[in-house]
C-alpha cells in the first residue's frame, strides 16, 4: 500500500503538465526577448546612452575615432543640399501666397456673382410687374371692344326687330 502512495506521487496529471509546459514556454520566451534586445542596450551604452548630445570628448574615444567621427559630421553637413532646402522653403511660401490670393479671387468672384443674382431677381419683379400692366391694358381694351360690339350687335338686333314688324304690319 505504501508503494501504491508513491507510484501516485510519481504520476504527473494533466492539469500538473500543462503548468509545467506553461512555464517552461514563459522562461524560452523571456530568454529569445533577451537575446533580441541585448545588443540593442549594448550599443546605446557604447554611445553614452540615450542622451547622445554630440560632445565627442566624453574620453570613451580615441583621438583618431574622434578624428573620423568628427569628419563624417563634417561630411554629412557638406552634403546636406542647404540652397535646396531654401528653395522649397521658398516655393512652399509661394504657394501659400497663391493659394490665399485664389481664395481671395474665388470670394470675390462669388460675390460679383451673388450680385448679379439679386439684381436679376430684381429685374425679373420690375418686368413682371411691367408685364401685368400691359395685360390689364390689353384686358381692358378687349373689354371695350366686346362692349363696343355686343352693343353694336344690340343695335343691329333691334333694327331688325322693328325691320322685321314694320313688314309685319303691312
Known sequence: MAQGTAVDRMRCSYKKATIIMCTINVVAALYILHNLFHPLYQQQSAL????YDGDLSAGKYSP?????IKEAQEARLAVEPLELMKRVKEIQLEADLELSRDKEAKAARQRVASELAQRLKELKEINNQ???????????KKLEEAKRREEAAKATHKEDLGAVSKVGSR
Open 130 to 140: 411691367i408685364n401685368q400692366q400691359a395685360l390689364d391694358v390689353w384686358r381692358r
Open 64 to 68: 583618431e575615432k574622434l578624428k573620423r
Open 48 to 51: 553614452g546612452g540615450n542622451n
